[in-house]
């Protein structure tokens, strides 16, 4: 079926969202790419659509992007919304409050949809209520197509396919990152704080959350035990990666979805530091903000004092934006294979944008191509199951550079 857009882009208005568009826009032509935004105010669209034009290139005018009004408390006007493109990109969180109905529309209109969620929960639930509706609509549903989980998903997978006998283990470290954090996903991560108590331990205490059920489990723990270590493979202390949280499910979903055809592999997850006493000063910082975020106060008084304002970002430099990712797998006989993951901008509002735009382009331009169409056809499924080689090469092609050793 035709439709009148490529890629709308719901929720131009908040930061992510922006800068998602100007990423659109930036590298493609308006010859190449019918694109429109979405948001819950007109008048907020038309000025948010208008920064990114004044600070873009200038190939593309007003006119050429469609602009449509939809929000999550309509779903009417979700439905006109995603009945007239291929691809939704979502940038409206928290996800598990405005993102279940743009998906339920887009698995009944027959609409692709990727989105930058880290809530697992959410995940979670529309898998169990969308997954086999999408995968007989033969719809794609890629949640987590940012910084969460795309690096991890992408040199998890990439590492233990290089190893020459089934991978046993895959460790996945934060080398260094630089960036800033927006209000959207602060509010994520008050989302998350607020989520059902046993909610959350049914996530820290499984692994294995979001593979299919009844699907294969294994030796995996939430966390890396010990919870402070040395690499000999990386050459630097280690200590848990709290993002983990929302990287390792969907890890080890992909793998699972793959039928751990490349090792039924225990997967950790790790942030590299300098030395012995910067590891013990993080640790104590992420023990001290996971108890203080466990109490109504201190959430309502990091929201109402502490937190950016909505549709703009903190960050603590401008200087030196930046990610770097390393992947180790360990196969049967021992070798290892190492995928690292170098991008050049701000983890979250330069690189995140630009993996998610690649993802929604891939399935305009390449959907045939794409590892996951033709294995799935459709289903709630995850960036490296989906886009494999694809991805890779366009994030590549994008700037960011990702390296098999």
């Not at 007003?62 to 919304?81: C, F, P, R």
């Not at 470290?173 to 959350?200: C, H, K, W």
């Not at 294994?218 to 949280?245: E, T």
């Given at each position: 079926m035709d439709r009148k857009w490529d890629i709308v882009v719901y929720g131009v208005t908040g930061y992510t969202g922006s800068r998602i568009t100007k990423y659109l826009v930036e590298n493609n032509s308006p010859s190449g790419l019918r694109l429109a935004v979405a948001g819950r105010s007109l008048k907020k669209v038309e000025a948010s659509l208008q920064t990114v034009l004044d600070a873009s290139s200038?190939?593309?005018?007003?006119?050429?992007?469609?602009?449509?009004?939809?929000?999550?408390?309509?779903?009417?006007?979700?439905?006109?919304?995603?009945?007239?493109?291929?691809v939704?990109?979502?940038?409206?969180?928290?996800?598990?409050?405005?993102?279940?109905?743009?998906?339920?529309?887009?698995?009944?209109?027959?609409?692709?949809?990727?989105?930058?969620?880290?809530?697992?929960?959410?995940?979670?639930?529309?898998?169990?209520?969308?997954?086999?509706?999408?995968?007989?609509?033969?719809?794609?549903?890629?949640?987590?197509?940012?910084?969460?989980?795309?690096?991890?998903?992408?040199?998890?997978?990439?590492?233990?396919?290089?190893?020459?006998?089934?991978?046993?283990?895959?460790?996945?470290?934060?080398?260094?990152?630089?960036?800033?954090?927006?209000?959207?996903?602060?509010?994520?991560?008050?989302?998350?704080?607020?989520?059902?108590?046993?909610?959350?331990?049914?996530?820290?205490?499984?692994?294995?959350?979001?593979?299919?059920?009844?699907?294969?489990?294994?030796?995996?723990?939430?966390?890396?035990?010990?919870?402070?270590?040395?690499?000999?493979?990386?050459?630097?202390?280690?200590?848990?990666?709290?993002?983990?949280?929302?990287?390792?499910?969907?890890?080890?979903?992909?793998?699972?979805?793959?039928?751990?055809?490349?090792?039924?592999?225990?997967?950790?997850?790790?942030m590299s530091v300098p030395n012995l006493f910067a590891a013990l000063i993080a640790l104590s910082a992420m023990f001290w903000m996971t108890l203080l975020l466990g109490f109504p106060p201190t959430r309502w008084f990091f929201r109402r004092y502490l937190a950016p304002a909505p549709g703009t970002a903190y960050f603590a430099t401008k200087d030196g934006l930046h990610v770097k990712i390393a992947a180790v797998a360990t196969d049967v006989s021992g070798k290892k294979s190492k995928v690292t993951f170098d991008g050049p901008g701000d983890p979250g509002y330069s690189e995140t944008p630009k993996y998610v735009a690649e993802c929604a382009l891939a399935l305009v331009f390449q959907r045939s191509e794409l590892p996951g169409v033709k294995q799935f056809g459709g289903g709630i499924l995850t960036p490296a199951s989906t886009f494999g080689d694809v991805l890779v090469k366009r994030l590549n092609d994008a700037g960011t550079k990702i390296t098999v050793q």
């Open positions: 200038g190939r593309w005018k007003k006119e050429d992007i469609g602009i449509m009004v939809a929000t999550s408390d309509s779903q009417e006007s979700i439905n006109t919304m995603v009945f007239q493109t291929r939704i990109i979502a940038a409206v969180g928290p996800y598990a409050i405005h993102g279940t109905p743009v998906v339920d529309a887009c698995v009944r209109h027959g609409t692709d949809y990727v989105d930058v969620t880290g809530e697992v929960w959410w995940i979670r639930q529309i898998i169990d209520r969308y997954h086999d509706a999408a995968r007989k609509s033969q719809v794609v549903v890629v949640p987590a197509c940012g910084f969460d989980s795309v690096p991890s998903d992408l040199t998890a997978y990439l590492a233990a396919r290089a190893c020459s006998s089934p991978a046993v283990s895959v460790n996945v470290s934060v080398l260094s990152a630089v960036g800033g954090v927006s209000r959207g996903t602060l509010d994520s991560i008050m989302n998350f704080s607020e989520y059902p108590l046993s909610g959350q331990l049914d996530l820290v205490r499984n692994p294995f959350y979001l593979n299919p059920q009844g699907g294969l489990t294994g030796k995996d723990k939430p966390f890396p035990f010990p919870l402070l270590f040395f690499s000999w493979d990386l050459g630097r202390w280690q200590i848990p990666n709290i993002m983990a949280l929302a990287n390792a499910p969907v890890v080890r979903r992909t793998n699972a979805l793959l039928g751990h055809s490349l090792g039924r592999y225990v997967y950790s997850e790790t």
